[in-house]
């Protein structure tokens, strides 16, 4: 069964993945050099993403080069390299760094449970997906179409779900997921007030009006509760600096002037 449409000038290699292609020719420039990088990567669909990617963006500067007569070809390919070194750095940077705990719990989840999921559920066991499921739309840059039978994932919103019952059924929780959002937004701003743009992203507000008229009131409650602890350092450091020593018979003599 056919898995994935083959991905252009992608590579596999035994030390990773590699994006090849050739320079085109240019009116009288004709080379057999080839554009050759390693996408730092060993995960498959990460690497489809990036090649995809250095594809349509090198198709771009050849279709311009060849509308450029004073643009040679020991110019292009210089600009090329630049352009491309760049968009592997700023992918590799991209990557979701996640705590050693976090990790430890996705790696006993791969070798232990996930290969039962794929058994009970008849996915196929070169499914890719962490979460194996029924969906199957695919929104990988470059590439359209579904997903054939058995490897689908679960989608967000299925996964809220499950999640959700499991802790009502173990757990005797019922969570609402809107206020946990709320309560995550609020935590952060506690922590720290100048988190708005961190709470924006993290809730997915496209405005930062939109973020900002949610947690107006958590903001002057945070700034009231900072402006409470200033103002009581400063008492304090003020206090140690007075002299609150008083003569008590000086003070009775001049009671009974």
Known sequence: MKQHQRTRYLEKRGDGFYWRRRLPKIRNYQ??????????TDIPSNA???AARLTALTTLAFDYAKGCYDLKLDMLRPLLTDLIRFEIAAFEKARLKIDE????????FIDVYRPV?????????????LFVGSETERKERGES?????GF?????????QRFKKHMAKYCMIDMDFQVMRHIA????LDMNPSAMSLVQELLGHKKS?????YYAEVCKLVAQKNYLALLDRYTRRVLTNVDFHAEIEDHLKGGQK
């Open 101 to 108: 705990e976090t990790t430890k719990m996705i790696r006993r």
């Open 209 to 213: 009006e939109t973020t900002r008229s």
């Open 31 to 40: 080379t057999n050099l080839f554009l050759t990088f390693s996408l730092r």
């Open 117 to 129: 999921v794929l058994v009970q559920s008849g996915h196929d066991a070169d499914n890719e997906h």
């Open 48 to 50: 489809r993403d990036l």
């Open 185 to 188: 937004g609020k935590v952060i």
């Open 145 to 149: 179409g579904s997903y054939a039978a």
């Open 152 to 160: 689908g994932y679960q989608c967000k919103g299925k996964l809220c």
